[in-house]
């Protein structure tokens, strides 16, 4: 399995990703190549599954944005706020769609960095949007299922000519 981004149609981002048991070189290889594949696609975060590795492990940079740039194993959110927000989203893996998602406005997220300290804190704003985008993706959900059916359905076409990326 080579990792690489892959797009809207690829069974991995269906999937739960796997739970990083060990973080050993290949963890720490994948998380460099994985901010690789997000600084060439001018990205601003991505997913294990979105690199082509069903793993738990998000990568965020925001410092563009006076914000934080962190890899993350196993996060999670363990709680958020009543308050929800639209934002518009877009995703690596949907070229050239983007549509407002409401969300909670803030989050509290655990999770582990790559050199093995277990970490929790809060999050808003952009940060609280991104990692809710990102831990969404390593439970096989993607910003386009929070949205409802007829909008979705208007994406038909698009979505059709993303899933044709995969194969080249
Ligand atoms: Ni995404």
Not at 42 to 52: E, K
Not at 108 to 134: C, M, N, W
């Amino acid at each position: 399995m080579s990792y690489k981004l892959v797009y809207y149609g690829s069974d991995i981002l269906k999937n739960v990703a796997d739970d990083v048991k060990n973080i050993d070189q290949n963890i720490i290889d994948l998380i460099d190549t994985m901010f690789n594949i997000m600084y060439k696609e001018r990205g601003i975060g991505l997913a294990g599954p979105q690199a082509n590795a069903g793993k738990k492990i998000i990568t965020i940079d925001i410092e563009n944005f006076g914000g934080q740039r962190i890899a993350l194993i196993n996060p999670e959110i363990i709680s958020k706020s009543e308050e929800t927000e639209p934002y518009e989203e877009g995703c690596l893996s949907f070229p050239g769609i983007s549509e407002d998602i409401i969300r909670p406005s803030k989050v509290a997220v655990k999770g582990i960095t790559p050199d093995g300290k277990e970490i929790s804190f809060g999050a808003d704003g952009l940060y609280a949007r991104v990692l809710q985008h990102e831990i969404d993706h390593i439970n096989g959900v993607v910003f386009i299922d929070h949205l409802e059916d007829h909008i979705r359905r208007e994406y038909r076409k698009e979505l059709k000519k993303i899933k044709k990326l995969n194969k080249d």
